[in-house]
DNA sequence: TTGGTATATCGGGAAAAGTCGATATATCTT
DNA sequence: AAGATATATCGACTTTTCCCGATATACCAA
């Protein structure tokens, strides 16, 4: 797990953005809900919300994946992201102790 | 204080060594120690440590002061830089809250 | 097996970041 | 005032990131 990658997947407004919405998927992603939230939330969803092209939310989405930030669940045809807190407590342990 | 400008100045090596180094100066400066550390260390300091050129870390110095990270004392022809802690209290906050 | 839907990957053009050497500015010393 | 030292800024080149459209892949349904 490499610190500037981490950082480096941070520094996008957007990449940003889907991390604060997967905090609440109900409030934020309403159309999810037939599908249910166990697993996280499709692709497309995220991909509406942000505005920008399916390829460009799709490589995000793996950029965040790569450091650590989310994790995803492929169920049928659909790839199902949710956030990856244990991305996260170590992103906490980096900053208090690593720099 | 722009969130994703934080994440950029930490997206790099050579300025997260830098604010690591300059949680303890006496450890990492030692040559600093005929001026004091009360100011912080000087950019010729840092310069040495890091290989870079001295145009390369005064830019990197300004980065992170630009994000909140380091501030500067100017005394004399040297320039003092030390971590601002109430940038990483920030960037705390940012990451429990806002991410 | 033939479409249809969801996601991933590829190729590319524009913008930003990384890094340097050269030069400018500020300050100190004499 | 002149030279020396420390830092900042400028101009340039290379590498990376941003973001897109087009295409490929995986899965589903008839």
Chains 1, 2 share one sequence.
Do not use: H
Request: charged share 20%; hydrophobic share 35%.
């Amino acid at each position: 797990m490499d610190q500037v990658e981490i950082f480096k997947a941070l520094s996008n407004k957007s990449r940003l953005q889907i991390l604060n919405w997967l905090k609440e998927p109900e409030t934020n992603f309403p159309d999810q809900a037939e599908y249910g939230y166990a697993n996280g939330v499709c692709v497309g969803q995220i991909q509406m919300k942000t505005g920008l092209t399916q390829s460009t939310v799709s490589e995000y989405l793996s950029t965040l994946q790569r450091a650590g930030l989310v994790k995803s669940n492929r169920v049928g045809q659909w790839t199902y992201y949710q956030r990856n807190e244990e991305g996260f407590a170590i992103l906490n342990e980096i900053i208090k102790s690593e720099i």
